[in-house]
């Protein structure tokens, strides 16, 4: 089993509910504790998140588009964080969920400088490293309807580019959607084989290609000769500008 998040860049549209969903869900969560704010009223407010939403411009004007990028953990199948930890407190279960153990844990940051996507946090007011549990205490929560048994991101996504699922089953609504639609997992090459994954844009009307410059194809080609399709970001971005640049 390897349970983990499939999330559509094609149509998120950057809303943040499901940074602000998980925010709330896991706040009290008995699995991490509350999830620390920082100056919240203030000139400069900051806190802990499980989940940021970045956002980037591809594309030259007029013909550009906002990729909206949703990033928590990823739940590696080899995970760094988890083979770097002193105290064990960072380990992996057999569904695949990746965890953090908050009696366990030190807040010595080595999970988080070991992690290349950035997906952990340190509360510094409990003095622990925070991520994504994936709602492990929903998910498997017999108290609720079936349903309902899903990450709060994914149930508070307006435009369903969320899903949450088996990765290791083949025929999984991820799998087949992951098949389907091209589906890649976040710097593959790196070695760690991140579960959860992306499914890219659609292209733009070929109308839209028509004025793309050698440049912005050589550009794309140059993102697909260097490994997997979309691999990493900025192969995503590449083809992207390619598609969409005059």
Known sequence: MKLGLLIDLDTCVGCHACA??????????????????YDPYGAAPSGVWLNRVRHYEVGAYPDTKTVNFPMSCLHCEEAACVSVCPTGASYKRSDGIVLVDQDKCMGCNLCAWACPYGARELDECSGTMKKCTLCV????????????????????????????????????????????????????????????????????????????????????????????????????????RAALST
């Open 20 to 37: 602000t969903a998980c925010k709330e869900w896991n706040g009290a969560s008995a699995i991490s504790g509350p999830l620390a704010d």
């Open 137 to 240: 205490d929903r998910i498997y929560d017999t108290t609720l309807p079936e349903e309902e048994r899903q990450p709060a991101c994914v149930l508070a996504c307006p435009t369903h580019a969320r899903h949450f699922g088996d990765f290791g089953d083949p025929d999984s609504k991820v799998s087949r959607m992951t098949r389907e639609r091209g589906g890649f997992g976040l710097l593959s090459e790196l070695g760690y084989a991140p579960v959860n994954r992306y499914l890219p844009p659609r292209p733009v009307p070929k109308v839209a290609q028509s004025n793309a410059g050698p440049a912005d194809e050589q550009a794309a080609n140059a993102a697909d000769d260097t490994g997997s399709a979309g691999g990493a970001l900025a192969k995503l971005i590449a083809r992207a």
